[in-house]
Each structure stands twice: as structure tokens, then as C-alpha cells.
């Protein structure tokens, strides 16, 4: 009996191991990048995959104030985005690829309302709602940092 208590126990730590990993990538462990919007300095969490953009921040109830989410896509398009599921008032800004903003929207939670850009874009940059306005920027600003698309 020892022997088999002592496999349970290896397996049933492996286990719970394996849960707290796939806990931790659930709740978005997507690398950073550290962005500027004129003096100000940015963290931003990158969504480039499918996945990573699909659920963005989705079911998050709080972002620090420099805080964001960045969405870098292969193809520029008129990418557009929703609020479905996403609990946190957000701004959105449009960037042109050489991070010119080319405009600025404000997003109400849980709401399934289109938000697109005026012109074809590769990336999107999520705040906290009037963080743009707060700074005094707008579109035409420039968004300095962005990663390279794969």
C-alpha cells in the first residue's frame, strides 16, 4: 500500500502543478511591453495571437492607471472591437503602423457596440477609459514602442 499511496500522492502534485500553470496562462501571462505616449510611460500586456486578442480583457474587474493591452495583428484592416464580457470602462486608440494615432474611442462596458478605426490598422491599444483625454492626447499624437508584427 505504500507504494501506491506514494504514486497517488506524486500524481495528485503533478496535477494540482499542471492546474496552477494553466491558471496562470488563463489569466493572461502575455508579455509586456513598455510603450510612451509623449511623456507618458505605458505597460502594456501584448495580444498577437488569435487567442490572446479574442479574450483581451475580457472578465478583468480592475488595470492599473499606466496599465493597457496592446493588440498587434498580421494584416492592417479595419479591425474592430466590442465590449462583450469586458467589465472595465476603456478607451481605445487606432495606431497607424508607425504608432500615429488615427483616433480615439471610448467603450462602454459589457456592450456589443462596433468600435472601428478610420483607416486600416495593424494595432490597437486599450486603456483605462478617458486615459487619452486625461493626458491631453489625441489622434495624431504618436505612440512610441511598438513591437514589430510577426
Not at 55 to 75: C, H, I
Not at 100 to 124: F, L, Q, S
Amino acid at each position: 500500500m505504500p507504494l501506491l499511496s506514494k504514486t497517488l500522492t506524486s500524481r495528485c502534485c503533478f496535477v494540482i502543478a499542471a492546474l496552477a500553470v494553466g491558471a496562470a496562462n488563463a489569466q493572461g501571462a502575455l508579455p509586456l511591453a513598455p510603450l510612451t505616449a509623449g511623456m507618458y510611460a505605458i505597460q502594456a500586456e501584448v495580444a498577437a495571437t488569435p487567442a490572446a486578442r479574442e479574450q483581451g480583457l475580457m472578465y478583468r474587474k480592475s488595470m492599473a492607471p499606466n496599465a493597457g493591452m496592446l493588440f498587434v495583428f498580421e494584416q492592417k484592416a479595419g479591425h474592430c472591437f466590442w465590449m462583450r464580457n469586458t467589465e472595465l470602462p476603456l478607451s481605445i486608440a487606432f495606431l497607424a503602423d508607425d504608432g500615429t494615432i488615427v483616433n480615439i474611442e471610448d467603450m462602454a462596458p459589457r456592450t456589443e457596440n462596433n468600435h472601428c478605426p478610420k483607416a486600416a490598422i495593424r494595432y490597437a491599444l486599450e486603456m483605462n477609459r478617458g486615459w487619452f483625454a486625461q493626458k491631453g492626447i489625441k489622434a495624431g499624437a504618436k505612440i512610441g514602442g511598438l513591437p514589430q508584427p510577426r
